[in-house]
């Protein structure tokens, strides 16, 4: 069984960093990529970030970029996500995600979802 484990989320002021990480486990086969989404009270869930297996391919929200890093640790099957310049808006639930089969950009695209660490940034 699939799961993923994340780690990293809290509270932080505005202008802050914070680092949160994924590992996922309970698979033997290959996966597509693996990203961050989040879900701000209201609002619909989007995809934050997101990396092809082997580090290729990244894709960022409009939002976060030039703030936000991921990165890959392919050997652990792990993600994580460097947030700098935190603003209160990047206040929200942040879910890791990985794609067997689809793409990492959309929540249809996602084969499974972590349980979520909550992220919030006070002005």
């Known amino acids: 069984q699939v799961q993923l484990v994340e780690s990293g989320g809290g509270s932080v002021q505005a202008g802050g960093s914070l680092r949160l990480s994924c590992a996922a486990s309970?698979?033997?086969?290959?996966?597509?990529?693996m990203g961050w989404f989040r879900r701000a009270p209201g609002k619909e869930r989007e995809a934050v970030a997101s990396i092809g297996t082997g580090g290729g391919r990244t894709y960022y929200a409009d939002s976060v970029k030039g703030r936000f890093t991921i990165s890959q640790d392919n050997a652990e099957n792990a993600v994580s996500l460097q947030m700098n310049s935190l603003k209160p808006e990047d206040t929200a639930m942040y879910y890791c995600a990985i794609s067997f089969f689809g793409i990492c950009t959309v929540p249809a695209g996602i084969s499974n979802w972590g349980q979520g660490t909550q992220v919030t940034v006070s002005s």
């Open positions: 309970g698979f033997s086969y290959s996966y597509n990529c």
